[in-house]
Antibody, heavy 116, light 106 residues
Framework: VQLVESGGGLVQPGKSLKLSCSAS????????MHWIRQAPGKGLDWVAY???????VYADAVKGRFTISRDNAKNTLYLQLNSLKSEDTAIYYC???????????WGQGVMVTVSS | DIQMTQSPASLSASLGETVTIECRAS??????LAWYQQKPGKSPQLLIY???SLHTGVPSRFSGSGSGTQYSLKINSLQSEDVASYFC????????FGGGTKLELK
């Protein structure tokens, strides 16, 4: 199992960014996937989930601003980040969901910095 | 949201020692509890799921226990490669994490 995130960077408040997570080593279309973030030096916060059938769930902090999606033909997970705030600054990890809701494999993470 | 309270926040132990980290949920999570290890500059790695099941490839010196609202992670015979931060996570409801425990060598 390998998960590789990309698309991070420095962005101004109020702007947008799109993260990607390329998956390999497993049947991507059969698994639910998550985005989880970690502010510098802080703990972990779950961000969003997409099921194998593309149903979605979001944390309250990002609901209405972030959109999780997937392209099973490309084995890729996405996170569209809109109306970014300074408090969205974090490392963003994609992770595969295990049987019940734990995260059995994680990517290496991608840094998103929101600053003027 | 279910709140996860993890203790201690930091811990210093000697090589070969047994270490225990605790996690308390704000309500019953029916063993929907995972533990992760995160080494500096790396992504978290799954250690334990369903409160007491060892993830593939995880050394047997790691073990999990607990039920209801109280859970613990035990590391037997501490090794130098175990220096890391450890996080609990509940998945009975929308996922939430404990604040983490930073484990250092004494």
């Amino acid at each position: 199992v390998q998960l590789v995130e990309s698309g991070g960077g420095l962005v101004q408040p109020g702007k947008s960014l799109k993260l990607s997570c390329s998956a390999s080593g497993f049947t991507f279309s059969s698994y639910g996937m998550h985005w989880i973030r970690q502010a510098p030096g802080k703990g972990l916060d779950w961000v969003a989930y997409i099921s194998s059938s593309s149903g979605t769930v979001y944390a309250d902090a990002v609901k209405g601003r972030f959109t999780i999606s997937r392209d099973n033909a490309k084995n890729t997970l996405y996170l569209q980040l809109n109306s970014l705030k300074s408090e969205d600054t974090a490392i963003y990890y994609c992770a595969r969901t295990g049987n019940s809701g734990f995260f059995d494999y994680w990517g290496q993470g991608v840094m998103v910095t929101v600053s003027s | 949201d279910i709140q996860m309270t993890q203790s201690p926040a930091s811990l210093s132990a000697s090589l070969g020692e047994t270490v225990t980290i605790e996690c308390r949920a704000s309500e019953d999570i029916y063993n929907g509890l995972a533990w992760y290890q995160q080494k500096p500059g790396k992504s978290p790695q799954l250690l334990i799921y369903n409160a007491n099941s060892l993830h593939t490839g995880v050394p047997s010196r790691f073990s999990g226990s607990g039920s209801g609202t109280q859970y613990s992670l035990k590391i037997n015979s501490l090794q130098s490669e175990d220096v890391a931060s450890y996080f609990c996570q509940q998945y009975y409801d929308y996922p939430t994490f404990g604040g983490g425990t930073k484990l250092e060598l004494k």
